[in-house]
């Protein structure tokens, strides 16, 4: 098991992570980017982050985004689910999953009202 220390160090480098994501996103005028802090109530990821497109090509302009910032951190995704269609693209980094969706599939979805037990989290609390 890891000790506090660890465990506070890697929370650490997820919100770091989270940050470049956020800040990715928002350079590429995503829409309502939403941060829910999940650490405490699930093992998927540290956090997630929500935004969505007005456009599939503008969905999939996020995701490349937020691909590249990470990847120039070092951190590459782990894997990219439903590009091709960008309806809801999800890419994976292990410590945080971002979700960049159309705007209508957003909404259908509500994945906020799905993980309301998670803490939201603002662009200065990163």
Same mark, same amino acid.
């Given at each position: ?29 995503? $829409? !309502?980017? +939403? ?11 540290? *956090? ?11 969905? $999939? ?13 070092? *951190? ?5 689910? =439903? *590009? ?9 980094? =292990? ?8 705007? !209508? +599939?957003?909404?259908? *979805? ?17």
């Amino acid at each position: 098991m890891a000790d506090n220390a660890q465990i506070k160090k890697d929370l650490e480098l997820s919100k770091e992570l989270a940050k470049a994501a956020y800040k990715a996103l928002d350079d590429k005028l995503g $829409q !309502d980017i +939403t941060v829910l802090d999940i650490h405490e109530i699930s093992v998927l990821a540290d *956090y997630f982050l929500i935004a969505h497109g007005n456009n599939g090509p503008q969905v $999939q302009a996020l995701i490349d985004s937020v691909d590249e910032a990470l990847g120039e951190m070092g *951190y590459p995704s782990n894997h990219i689910e =439903g *590009y091709r269609e960008g309806n809801w693209v999800l890419i994976d980094f =292990g410590r945080i999953i971002v979700h960049v969706f159309n705007k !209508d +599939t957003r909404f259908f *979805y509500d994945l906020e009202r799905i993980w309301a037990d998670g803490k939201e989290i603002s662009p200065e609390e990163l």
